[in-house]
């Protein structure tokens, strides 16, 4: 439900779905060039690759902001059922960047209420703001994506309609498995994130049926169990 996959070139995804024929890859862009880029893997794969029109917070400030307006404009000709990668950000991002940052994660609120379309979240640090901000706008569908927050705002998250998604990096890292064991199945989806290395992980989307195997161990349910509901979480985001 959320990955870079313009950084893979057309032979990787390929052998990605070689490997895991039922995979379908949720891919964010984070500007316009990317959302180029991975349009044009949606062109190769129609029904693998899922595009998502969006403008990172990293890129805030680096990056015109032009840029926002073409890429909302290209969702709207393309029919985009997804837009990310997009969000606030108070980790890693020039705080003197906050008022733009609000602006054009609002105006991307805005657009997938439109376009009736989820919103794929990046929030590290900001993950109160972000949640406050979409219930204040009336978003319906939403998915914090690789969530690391506090366990008490899951159960705002969930009450608001909006799911979490779980990473591989739950094997090694702690804050992310708590909220693995914590996020309810019935608002629980899953995403590689990636491609790069995460302390010595690889992170790609052939990841993603072992780290459902893992939520089934710690859950002590069957990993058919945790795919029906991954499957049936990821359809309600897209599709309603």
Same mark, same amino acid.
């Given at each position: 439900?959320?990955?870079?996959?313009?950084?893979?070139?057309?032979?990787? @995804?390929?052998?990605?779905? =070689?490997?895991?024929?039922?995979?379908?890859?949720?891919?964010?862009?984070?500007?316009?060039?990317?959302?180029? =880029?991975?349009?044009?893997?949606?062109? &190769?794969?129609?029904?693998?690759?899922?595009?998502?029109?969006?403008?990172?917070?990293?890129? &805030?400030?680096?990056?015109?902001?032009?840029?926002?307006?073409?890429?909302?404009?290209? $969702?709207?000709?393309?029919?985009?059922?997804?837009? %990310?990668? !997009?969000?606030?950000?108070?980790?890693?991002?020039?705080?003197? *960047?906050?008022?733009?940052?609000?602006?054009?994660?609002?105006?991307?609120?805005?657009?997938?209420?439109?376009?009736?379309?989820?919103?794929?979240?990046?929030?590290?640090?900001?993950?109160? =703001?972000?949640?406050?901000?979409? /219930?204040?706008?009336? /978003?319906?569908?939403?998915?914090?994506?690789?969530? *690391?927050?506090?366990?008490?705002? &899951?159960?705002?998250?969930?009450?608001? %309609?909006?799911?979490?998604?779980?990473?591989?990096?739950?094997?090694?890292?702690?804050?992310?498995?708590?909220?693995?064991?914590?996020?309810?199945?019935?608002?629980?989806?899953?995403?590689?994130?990636?491609?790069?290395?995460?302390? %010595?992980?690889?992170?790609?989307? @052939?990841? +993603?049926?072992?780290?459902?195997?893992? +939520?089934?161990?710690?859950?002590?349910?069957? !990993?058919? *169990?945790?795919?029906?509901? $991954?499957?049936?979480?990821?359809?309600?985001?897209?599709?309603?």
């Amino acid at each position: 439900m959320h990955c870079h996959a313009y950084e893979f070139d057309s032979n990787k @995804i390929m052998e990605i779905l =070689e490997k895991a024929p039922n995979l379908k890859i949720v891919a964010v862009s984070d500007d316009l060039e990317s959302l180029y =880029e991975t349009l044009e893997l949606h062109d &190769i794969f129609p029904e693998k690759i899922i595009p998502c029109a969006g403008f990172h917070p990293w890129n &805030i400030g680096k990056r015109s902001l032009r840029e926002v307006e073409e890429v909302i404009r290209h $969702a709207y000709k393309y029919d985009i059922h997804c837009i %990310g990668e !997009v969000g606030l950000d108070k980790k890693f991002v020039d705080p003197n *960047t906050w008022p733009t940052q609000q602006a054009v994660f609002t105006r991307f609120l805005q657009v997938a209420k439109e376009l009736d379309a989820y919103v794929t979240i990046h929030s590290p640090y900001a993950w109160r =703001e972000a949640l406050t901000l979409m /219930v204040e706008l009336g /978003v319906e569908k939403a998915m914090f994506h690789w969530y *690391t927050g506090p366990l008490n705002l &899951i159960d705002e998250i969930t009450s608001s %309609g909006y799911y979490i998604s779980i990473n591989p990096a739950l094997k090694i890292q702690s804050k992310h498995r708590r909220v693995a064991e914590y996020t309810p199945l019935e608002h629980m989806v899953f995403e590689s994130d990636g491609p790069y290395n995460y302390r %010595g992980l690889r992170l790609s989307p @052939i990841m +993603i049926l072992e780290t459902i195997e893992e +939520i089934a161990s710690l859950r002590k349910i069957s !990993v058919d *169990t945790v795919l029906s509901y $991954a499957s049936l979480n990821s359809e309600r985001l897209l599709y309603g």
